[in-house]
């Protein structure tokens, strides 16, 4: 069965720093979309993709927060300058359509630490 | 803005024993519902959805859950526990109208099951 893959599985870096978590979404799917959970919190929507443009996104996805489909398989979000409360799992979804009774497929989440 | 409130953030059952896991929303026109269930290292995964063709949703594993409109909730059932039921479970939200597509998810429910 085709599943949405999440890489690394574990992050741990330095505030301040870089970090660009990796998804590779199911191949037939068109619609790519990134949630985050803070430890002990709500899963909170972040970024919604489609056709290499936001369609939408959340207060959270400030201008640290950059989404991107380098290629045909992958689905990045970039995290320019690390904070301490960036300390969250971190889920990609993906679906072959947006409509609101679609399905939403999520990947197995990175856990980002930031020291 | 819609929103979705899981009472008890921890459910303990025998196995065998009844599971319910509760769920109301918060939305001023009859919205979308899902649940999603979560199993250690793995990603969310959904059991059922609410779509308004149907009150009664039959989901995988042998869970259900009931629309009721009059007291704005989803809850989820399942008439006997099994050890691989233990899980978290998501309730979620999206709205039925407009261009809006992102779920806006409960805190979850961690499901222990006793032998």
Known sequence: ?115 | AQSVTQLGSHVSVSEGALVLLRCNYSSSVPPYLFWYVQYPNQGLQLLLKYTSAATLVKGINGFEAEFKKSETSFHLTKPSAHMSDAAEYFCAVRDSGGSNYKLTFGKGTLLTVNP
Request: a negative charge; hydrophobic letters at 30%.
């Open chain 1, 1 to 115: 069965e085709p599943e949405v893959t999440q890489t690394p599985s574990h992050q741990v870096t330095q505030m301040g720093q870089e970090v660009i978590l990796r998804c590779v979404p199911i191949s037939n799917h068109l619609y790519f979309y990134w949630y985050r959970q803070i430890l002990g919190q709500k899963v909170e929507f972040l970024v919604s993709f489609y056709n290499n443009e936001i369609s939408e996104k959340s207060e959270i996805f400030d201008d640290q927060f950059s989404v991107e489909r380098p290629d045909g398989s992958n689905f990045t979000l970039k995290i320019r300058s690390t904070k301490l409360e960036d300390s969250a799992m971190y889920f990609c979804a993906s679906s072959a359509v947006r409509t609101s009774t679609d399905t939403q497929y999520f990947g197995p989440g990175t856990r980002l630490t930031v020291l």
